[in-house]
C-alpha cells in the first residue's frame, strides 16, 4: 500500500559500509526507474544513483562512482545502494524515488540539484545516514 519504504540507515565510522534497501509495490518496480538522492544538512538534494527498469542503465554521481552500487531484486520487488568506504561527507537524509517517465528523462532527473529531482512523482520517508567517528 506504501508506494516506497527505505530502510538501512544509521551510524558507520568512516570507510564503513551499508545498504540502504528501497522496497516498492510490485507495480512501481516493475515499470518505473527508480533512483536514490540524498539531502545533507544546509545543501540541495542531490542525485546519488538512479537505476532502469527497463534494461539495467544506471546513473553515478561523481562523487560515489566506485565507492556505491546500486541493484534490484526482483523477487523481493526491492532496489539497494551498498555504500562501501563511507565519509563525513556522505552523511545525509537518503531517499528512493520513482517516476514513470522515460529513463532518459529519469537520467536527467537524477543527475539535478535542488528542485530538479524533486520533480519525480513518488518518494519514500527517507532514511539517515550518519558518518562520524
Known amino acids: 500500500q506504501v508506494p516506497l519504504v527505505e530502510s538501512g540507515g544509521g551510524l558507520v565510522q568512516p570507510g564503513g559500509s551499508l545498504r540502504l534497501s528501497c522496497t516498492a509495490s510490485?507495480?512501481?518496480?516493475?515499470?518505473?526507474?527508480i533512483g536514490w538522492f540524498r539531502q545533507a544538512p544546509g545543501k540541495e538534494r542531490e542525485g546519488v544513483s538512479c537505476?532502469?527498469?527497463?534494461?539495467?542503465?544506471?546513473y553515478y554521481a561523481d562523487s560515489v562512482k566506485d565507492r556505491f552500487t546500486i541493484s534490484r531484486d526482483n523477487a523481493k520487488n526491492t532496489v539497494y545502494l551498498q555504500m562501501n568506504s563511507l565519509q563525513p561527507e556522505d552523511t545525509a537524509v537518503y531517499y528512493c524515488?520513482?517516476?514513470?517517465?522515460?529513463?532518459?528523462?529519469?537520467?536527467?532527473?537524477?543527475?539535478?540539484?535542488?528542485?530538479?529531482?524533486?520533480?519525480?512523482?513518488?518518494w519514500g520517508q527517507g532514511t539517515l545516514v550518519t558518518v562520524s567517528s
Open positions: 524515488a520513482a517516476d514513470s517517465v522515460p529513463w532518459d528523462r529519469f537520467y536527467y532527473y537524477c543527475s539535478g540539484y535542488g528542485s530538479l529531482p524533486s520533480v519525480l512523482k513518488t
Open positions: 537505476l532502469s527498469s527497463i534494461d539495467g542503465e544506471t
Open positions: 510490485r507495480f512501481i518496480f516493475d515499470n518505473y526507474a
